[in-house]
Structure formats: structure tokens, C-alpha cells
């Protein structure tokens, strides 16, 4: 069983930064897609970012292109997203999640197909 825990949420203003990190248990981390989710109070889970461990391909949502970044360090077995110039928008629950390595863009972007998840971490985005 993997454990994926997060932190690194809080609360900042429109305009800062935060980094969110993902502890997995497992050392076979490298070998597992990692993926970025949020949900935010009343809506669906839409996906955030990924980054497949075959082929270092990172994904975004369109929404946080060019101001999300996601990482990973297998040999602490730990993923990260560097989200940059937040704005109220982005307020939600951010959760990491891992899957097996895939080919398909769709999958990847698909949460109902993530087999581990962490607990979340809050992110609250003020004006």
C-alpha cells in the first residue's frame, strides 16, 4: 500500500508563490505516474498537473501553464508543484495522487484512474 502525504498549503495573497510537496512511503516511487489534483468547495476534482516517470513528460491543465511547475525527486521519493503567481482561482484542496505509467495523455489526466491518493492540503488564494 502507498501512503502519499502533502504539505506545504496555506494562505497567500494573489500574486505569491507556494510549493506543495508529496511524500510517498513506497520505493518504487520512480517507477509510478505522479499526478497534481484539486478540488475546490462544491465543484468537481479536475486535474492540475502530472509528470510520467518513463519519459519526464510533464502535464498541465491549461489554466496553471506558465505559472505551475511540477517535480519530482525519485531519490527522496518525493514530488513537488511550485505554483507561482496564484490567484483566487486556484483556492482549493490540492491532492497527489499515483498511478502506473501510461502513454495516453487522457489517462494520465483522468483522476478516477489513480489508484493512491494523500489526504490533501489546503490553498487559499486571497485578493
Known amino acids: 500500500q502507498v501512503q502519499l502525504v502533502e504539505s506545504g498549503g496555506g494562505l497567500v495573497q494573489a500574486g505569491g508563490s507556494l510549493r506543495l510537496s508529496c511524500a510517498a512511503s513506497?520505493?518504487?516511487?520512480?517507477?509510478?505516474?505522479v499526478g497534481w489534483f484539486r478540488q475546490a468547495l462544491g465543484t468537481e476534482r479536475e486535474f492540475v498537473a502530472a509528470?510520467?516517470?518513463?519519459?519526464?513528460?510533464?502535464y498541465y491543465a491549461n489554466s496553471v501553464k506558465d505559472r505551475f511547475t511540477i517535480s519530482r525527486d525519485n531519490a527522496q521519493n518525493t514530488a513537488y508543484l511550485q505554483m507561482n503567481n496564484l490567484k483566487p482561482e486556484d483556492t482549493a484542496v490540492y491532492y497527489c495522487?499515483?498511478?502506473?505509467?501510461?502513454?495516453?495523455?487522457?489517462?494520465?489526466?483522468?483522476?478516477?484512474?489513480?489508484?493512491?491518493w494523500g489526504q490533501g492540503t489546503q490553498v487559499t488564494v486571497s485578493l
Open positions: 495522487a499515483v498511478r502506473p505509467a501510461s502513454n495516453s495523455d487522457r489517462v494520465i489526466k483522468l483522476w478516477t484512474t489513480y489508484d493512491h
Open positions: 513506497t520505493r518504487t516511487f520512480s517507477t509510478y505516474t
Open positions: 509528470l510520467s516517470w518513463n519519459n519526464g513528460r510533464p
